[in-house]
């Protein structure tokens, strides 16, 4: 069978969307032109990979152990080579608050595992919006086993657990393209009229730690959950089937995510990309994104990854007869 690209040149642009949102974070802060491509960056990068994750999830063969094992312990491995690097942002031992971007395997781990039960369940998809839109009021749901974002991103994995083509197909490019268009701009804008914060697309603060009510959070958390669902629809139905010399970036992404913010963090550190002008910082922040993702890409180092995984998995799970 033919293999479909589509959703490999997805993952290649949101990852290195990913890493272009960190670079610009790290090495130049979020505030002005840095804030305005943060907010677009991440308005619509992790909803639509936590999308595609779920998709793939109904179409996984692994088992339950398997996937516990893969992302449990890649999470329990990075998290703690992270922690004991001179950027870490918790205790090395506290395996409970994930460092940066790890919580994502994680919440990766306790998604795969209830998603089939969860998916069973009339009006699974509206209470969990309910949950993400609620969560937003609790001052201590933040980052403790990244509880917020578990509960937040659940509704794009669930959503993309049921997916469908059917849902997009009909139609027309046009107008996914004039919605994912407006829909970046509508972002731009939210922004620089200090409508909605830029920190609240990461979905781990409760509305008053982002100091605004948790009436005017529900409004704000409503619309970023609609704008990103739209651009993640017409990205799916934009982007070619066909495979491109950035297509190995989305087949072997994982590494990528995993490593990337060590070199990010050093670089950082150094000051060496450091400009006057804005335009030229975004410039060298797009080129340093693009070494790093193409550098982590090698197959070498995926296929070193997978068989580290592989002989975890096979020490740990208990072998059927």
């Not at 670079?23 to 032109?33: A, F, M, R």
Request: hydrophobic share 50%.
């Amino acid at each position: 069978m033919k293999r479909d690209f589509k959703f490999d040149n997805i993952k290649a642009l949101l990852i290195f969307l990913v890493v272009l949102g960190h670079s610009l974070e790290y090495l130049y802060g979020v505030k002005d032109t840095y804030g305005a491509l943060r907010a677009v960056i991440y308005s619509f990068h992790m909803p639509a990979f936590v999308f595609i994750s779920g998709y793939f999830a109904s179409r996984s063969k692994s088992s339950v152990s398997e996937v516990v094992v893969k992302y449990l312990v890649t999470y329990l491995i990075f998290n703690t080579l992270f922690a004991i690097s001179p950027w870490h942002v918790d205790s090395p031992f506290n395996f409970l608050f994930p460092q940066l971007i790890y919580w994502y395997l994680l919440c990766l781990c306790f998604w795969r595992i209830s998603v089939g039960a969860i998916a069973g369940i009339r009006f699974a998809v509206p209470l969990s919006i309910l949950f993400t839109l609620y969560i937003g009021t609790c001052p201590n749901a933040d980052r403790f086993m990244s509880i917020s974002r578990a509960v937040c991103f659940f509704t794009f994995f669930l959503i993309g657990y049921k997916f469908s083509y059917k849902w997009i197909e009909k139609i027309k490019k046009l107008y996914l393209a004039l919605a994912l268009a407006g829909s970046i701009v509508l972002t731009i804008a939210l922004y620089y009229k200090r409508i909605i914060p830029v920190k609240m697309y990461e979905y781990i603060q409760s509305y008053s730690s982002t100091k605004v009510s948790n009436v005017a959070g529900i409004e704000m958390r409503i619309v970023m959950m609609v704008l990103a669902f739209i651009i993640t629809f017409s990205l799916i139905g934009l982007m070619p089937s066909k495979e491109y010399f950035f297509t190995i970036l989305g087949r072997n992404s994982l590494c990528i995510y995993l490593v990337h913010i060590f070199v990010i963090k050093a670089v950082a550190q150094t000051k060496v990309l450091s400009f006057s002008n804005t335009w030229s910082n975004v410039g060298a922040a797009v080129m340093l994104s693009l070494v790093i993702c193409f550098c982590l890409s090698l197959q070498v180092l995926n296929t070193a990854y997978n068989r580290l995984v592989s002989k975890i998995s096979s020490a740990l799970i208990i072998q059927k007869d």
